[in-house]
């Protein structure tokens, strides 16, 4: 069945162009969804500017109470909520390497951070993932996402002296202290990031501890300024 799907889906797309990656109807011939789908897609309205939590609309200085003691990130800027479709297309991309879903969350992200009133980072900092994990999977999510951000917002990528020391990412099982414990001391930064506003770009932001202990580290390094721009919010 895969084998047919990939087979009629190459067929299709010979002879009718890109497909929906959700219906299989045509899609733009710039993006991999179709209006209809798009449009019904779970899109993250009021949210807290710092660590992109949904909030009612009715919460006027949009900071969550967390944030208010103790800020996430400088600037927050989030696409989805992390429901139906949205885990989907980003699970098929993690487990099932769907790379068409890494060009349309990508896209879909810088269309929100362009919508965004909120001045450009000099860097985009794709979340990275223990070596470990990166040669599992082959490829690394976030710097996929990333790559689709850079050219439409004007943003290069910093690559490399950003490392994850442990392979935190399968930590679902652990109670919530345990995961704070686990990425606190989770990534190093060997490079001076000299005063730079950067950006941090994730896949899903759940709690908030990778962020927070990768942001830190950035700061460490020197940055003067660190946002957070992530496809989905849990
Ligand atoms: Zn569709
Ligand atoms: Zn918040």
Redesign the pocket.
Known sequence: MPFLYRWSKSIQSALLGP???????P?PLTQD??????AELPWLQAACQHCALALSELAADRVCPDCRKRPLADRAIAALHYRPPADWLVTRLKFGARMPHARLLGDLLAERISAVDSPRPDWLVPVPLHPSNLRKRGFNQAERIARRLAEPLAVPIAVGGIERRLATERQSTLAASARRANVRNAFACDRDLGDAHVAIVDDVVTTGHTARALAACLRHAGARRVDLYAVARA
């Open positions: 497909a929906c990656v959700l219906c299989h109807a899609a969804i179709c209006a209809d789908c798009k």
